[in-house]
């Protein structure tokens, strides 16, 4: 079975800091990882996501992600974090291509300080 | 911006009541799902529907009904509700062979 593990529940970074929230998945074949976005009273919305090919994929509002198989992990990143950052950010793994049935981490809450 | 919509946003009710939570979508996505989140946890599929008249039970059990009459329209029913049931549900469709899940604002249920 798939799984996914947010290893930080809460990560509190500066504005302008950089910033790096973890994932690691376990999945015996190639999976398929996405980053999902929950802003406060809000639905989730899909930051990135990593099928194949180049393992550095570009998101939306500047983030990125890279999927290390050697690591079991997609780290999302973001060179230069704005307040408006502040929020809940999902890992999730599918198991095939199509199959939209995702498995969602714990999440990461982000709060972004002046 | 997604088009899907879910009502109501916030609900308290009392112990044994039935309720249905809407969830409609209009950008024509043949996927459907039903997620449950809680406070620190992971996301939890209780439901998916591949299309009208498909509907399956997801990963987590639950005592909730879902139906797939309409496209647009997958309704999720609790006939008794109870504590257990409180929670937040959070709506989703997708397209076919993306990976991305378009996400409703989500239904708070609180049942006392």
């Known amino acids: 079975a798939q799984s996914v593990t947010q290893p930080d529940i809460h990560i509190t970074v500066s504005e302008g800091a950089s910033l790096e929230l973890r994932c690691n998945y376990s999945?015996?074949?190639?999976?398929?990882l996405f980053w999902y976005v929950q802003s406060p009273g809000q639905g989730l919305q899909l930051l990135l996501k990593y099928f194949s090919g180049d393992t550095l994929v570009q998101g939306i509002k500047g983030f990125e992600a890279e999927f290390k198989r050697s690591q079991s992990s997609f780290n999302l990143r973001k060179p230069s974090v704005h307040w408006s950052d502040a929020a809940e950010y999902f890992c999730?793994?599918?198991?095939?291509?199509?199959?939209?049935?995702?498995?969602f981490g714990t999440g990461t809450r982000l709060t972004i300080i002046p | 911006e997604a088009d899907i919509y879910q009502t109501p946003r916030y609900l308290v009710i009392g112990t044994g009541k039935k309720i249905t939570l809407e969830c409609s979508q209009t950008?024509?996505?043949?996927?459907m799902y039903w997620y449950q989140q809680d406070p620190g946890m992971e996301l939890h599929l209780i439901h998916y529907s591949y299309g009208v008249n498909s509907t399956e039970k997801g990963d987590l059990s639950s005592e909730s009904t879902v139906s797939r009459i309409r496209t647009e329209h997958f309704p999720l029913t609790l006939e008794s509700a109870r504590p257990s049931h409180t929670s937040q549900y959070l709506c989703a469709s997708s397209v076919q062979n993306t990976g991305e899940l378009f996400f409703g604002e989500g239904s708070r249920l609180t049942v006392l």
């Open positions: 999945y015996g074949a190639t999976p398929y």
């Open positions: 999730a793994v599918g198991s095939n291509f199509g199959n939209e049935k995702l498995t």
């Open positions: 950008m024509g996505h043949d996927k």
